[in-house]
């Protein structure tokens, strides 16, 4: 079966750590994008990869990183300097200079 | 620079009633649009998507949507509600930049299906 994996679907955490969101995909995307959705805001762009070893920043990348080491795989981190990390994370790859993003199930973080 | 304004965030219709979410968009080049779907906890589906040709698309789940330029809207309809339209749905643009189509979303409408 094809498609965008996130793990977990479930996230708690302390606040002051790093974690980090996990993005798999099988569908030979060359492009990754992470968003980040909160209650009545709609989607934000984080970061976005087109190709291996190489990633933009979005709207609000301040206070994650990314990397891209492989092409199936676009994880997020979360680093202590986001001040409100409590989100919903959606990660969404499509082929390259395509039009249409494919999204996966999302990770719901909560920092406590 | 895009951005793309859903009115109303909050929808409610009756179940056999006419959905109509409304979009409309900002865009400096000539834009491509889209209708995701999100059910609860859930990732993005894509409903439909207009780039060129006819302005009237139709989509999965008799979902359709018409583009009109001379409004810059992209209004999101279905004749008939389905309990199982209850969702959220979001409307975005997107332009290409530097070899990759990026989406700006709309904040969303909720849409309620009352039995």
């Known amino acids: 079966d094809g498609g965008i994996t996130q793990s977990p679907k479930y996230l708690f955490r302390k606040e002051g750590q790093n974690v980090t969101l996990s993005c798999e995909q099988n569908l030979n995307h060359d492009a990754m994008y992470w968003y980040r959705q909160d209650p009545g805001q709609g989607l934000r762009l984080i970061y976005y990869s087109q190709i291996v070893n190489d990633f933009q920043k979005g709207d609000i990348a301040e206070g994650y990183s990314v990397s891209r080491e492989k092409k199936e795989s676009f994880p997020l981190t979360v680093t202590s300097a986001q001040k409100n990390p409590t989100a919903f994370y959606l990660c969404?790859?499509?082929?390259?200079?395509?039009?249409?993003?494919?999204f996966g199930p999302g990770t719901r973080l909560t920092v406590l | 620079a895009q951005s793309v304004t859903q009115l109303g965030s909050h929808v409610s219709v009756s179940e056999g009633a006419l959905v109509l979410l409304r979009c409309n968009y900002s865009s400096s080049v000539p834009p491509y649009l889209f209708w995701y779907v999100q059910y609860p906890n859930q990732g993005l589906q894509l409903l439909l998507k207009?780039?060129?040709?006819?302005?009237l698309v139709k989509g999965i789940n008799g979902f359709e949507a018409e583009f009109k330029k001379s409004e810059t809207s992209f209004h999101l309809t279905k004749p008939s509600a389905h309990m199982s339209d209850a969702a959220e749905y979001f409307c975005a643009v997107s332009s290409s930049g530097a070899g990759s189509y990026q989406l700006t979303f709309g904040k969303g409408t909720k849409l309620s299906v009352i039995p």
């Open positions: 969404a790859s499509s082929p390259l200079l395509s039009d249409t993003q494919y």
């Open positions: 207009y780039t060129t040709g006819a302005t």
